[in-house]
């Protein structure tokens, strides 16, 4: 699918959005500013090319991989940034963004994302829902669970594995002893399509026709990104003892971003100037965004109990009175 110039320079403002997203939080992380951070540098072509063939209808799962992918939807990063600082405020209401809460356990939201694009299906509403998770994910039996169901039922879903080639330390060789995770679609008898996953067009175009074929009624596809994790996992993560450096090194060099800015920049529609407005743009979200976070109060240690009992155990019981006391 040809996509119109204004569309274009919105698809990178998208990647420039979540790049800078990645950068800031790296950074909010060392200075104490948020938790543990799991690092999505150069998996925004997956990110931001899938979601761009999504309306405003459709529904994102997302996994803690694609943790700033509300962005796309206009989320505040605010939000998602209390979400790495363990705040409430972090939590949004899925039904205000159509984005599902960040599923950390591996593979468990794709049965949700399939259960709700069969609910979409029965009530005959619009909308398809589209579910992201990695290469590990695939040998989980949430992942089986959700893409057989989704399959028998011909749900509108659109299963987006981000083929990174290592599930933290797990190189995909010791994954699975499937040819390509593309395959996979086979047997559940739906369609499976591989792409580069540095290629935002060619992400895009995939899931293009991924979420047609879905709204016509033609059931769930598989979508294998490929590319190679050229960043640690996660910000507790010393990728030095495991990985091969020199493949990363190579990696980073072909990182998506700056490809997708040269095929603009080679059509004559971005130059110095809009590289740098554009950036400045994301870095101001993100600063303003770092200081609403901060402004935050702290939440109410209560919360932590508040869904957890329906008749509190005694000594919990004893300190809730203690902190109501208090506050
Ligand atoms: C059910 C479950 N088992 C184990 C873990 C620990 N864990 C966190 S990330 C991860 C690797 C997942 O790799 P992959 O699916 O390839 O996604 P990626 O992190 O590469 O995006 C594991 C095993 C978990 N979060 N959930
Ligand atoms: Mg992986």
Known sequence: MRLA??????????????????????VYHRQGRIGTYAIAWNHEAIQAGATFALGEDDWIFPSYRESPIGLVRGMPPATILQWWRG??????NPLDWNVASICVPIGTHVPHAAGLAWGKKLKSEP????????????????FHEGANFAAVMQAPLVLVCNNNSWAISTPLSAQT?????????KGYGMPGVRVDGLDVLAVHDAAHEAVERARAGGGPTLI???????A???????????IDLERVEEERKHECLGRFEAVLRERGLLDDELVASVRREAEAAMRAGIAEAEAEPPPDPRLVFEHAYADPPAEI??????????G
């Open 5 to 26: 110039d204004e569309a274009l320079l919105e698809l990178y403002r998208r990647m420039v959005l979540l790049r800078v997203f990645d950068e800031r939080a790296l």
């Open 87 to 92: 705040h409430p405020s972090g939590w949004w």
């Open 127 to 142: 909308g398809v829902a589209m579910v992201f998770f990695g290469d590990g994910a695939t040998s989980e039996g949430a």
């Open 177 to 185: 002893h499937a040819e390509t995770l593309a395959d996979k679609a």
């Open 224 to 230: 294998e990104a490929v590319h190679y994790r050229a």
């Open 232 to 242: 640690p996992h996660a910000t507790a993560d010393d990728p030095r003892a495991y």
């Open 317 to 326: 019981a004893a300190l809730l009175e203690k902190e109501a006391h208090r």
